[in-house]
């Protein structure tokens, strides 16, 4: 059992470091585009099928998609999931499931698509300060006829489809939200996924009871003024950019 860590904030030492929490997020994503959950970049369509014979159109996505699944199964990565993020016919992120690889239970290849697909497309909010036109944290205006109250938001993955070869589980599924992705293809239905023994159909049953009748105990407004110290503090922040 190892004691001592060989750390970013360049010595040896016991547990965890300050220094490496403030750089957690990077490595985080970085992890996820480096542990090969993303390809080669700019697989295009056309050169996929040029070099593999993949089927025509969206299909080929999926084939993608598939083929990241299996390999996580038969390398005993994780379960049977993969998925691929694509913007104007190219694929710009991969995922797939590692959570066996991992130890970490959300490490979903929904989630890891989208933080590669979000890495490449705005490397430099690795900075956490670019916010220009191009990048995903451009900010943009709602659609017309949207419900939403706040008459711009930040780009996000706006404009991209993501293939999954099951049907997303809901933190998969709310993180498709956040992502503002257009369209989700997805192959196998909850109900597959089920029968294999991924039971997460529930979750999406759970969500439409009220926080006392979950599954998992809620304890609503436990000392809600403390919590809001925090939203307070966002409220105040002259620059804040909203997303
Ligand atoms: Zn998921």
Known sequence: MPTRLDCCCATAHEGDCN?????NRRLFMATAVAAGVAG??????????AATGLPEGKAAFMEEATRLAIESVEKGWGGPFGAV???????IGRGQNRVLLTGIPVFHAEITAIMDASARLNPKALLGSDYGAGTILEMIPREPGSPDPVPERARMLKGCEIYINGAPCPMCM???YWSRIDHVYFAASLKDTSAIGFDDAFQYEDFAKPWGERRIAVTENFERETGLKAY???MDKKDRHPY
Do not use: H, T
């Open 174 to 176: 709310s993180a498709i």
């Open 19 to 23: 220094e490496a929490r403030g750089i």
């Open 232 to 234: 307070k503090a966002w």
């Open 85 to 91: 993020i694509v913007k104007d016919g190219e694929i």
């Open 40 to 49: 080669p970049a700019g697989f295009s369509l056309s050169s996929a099928q």
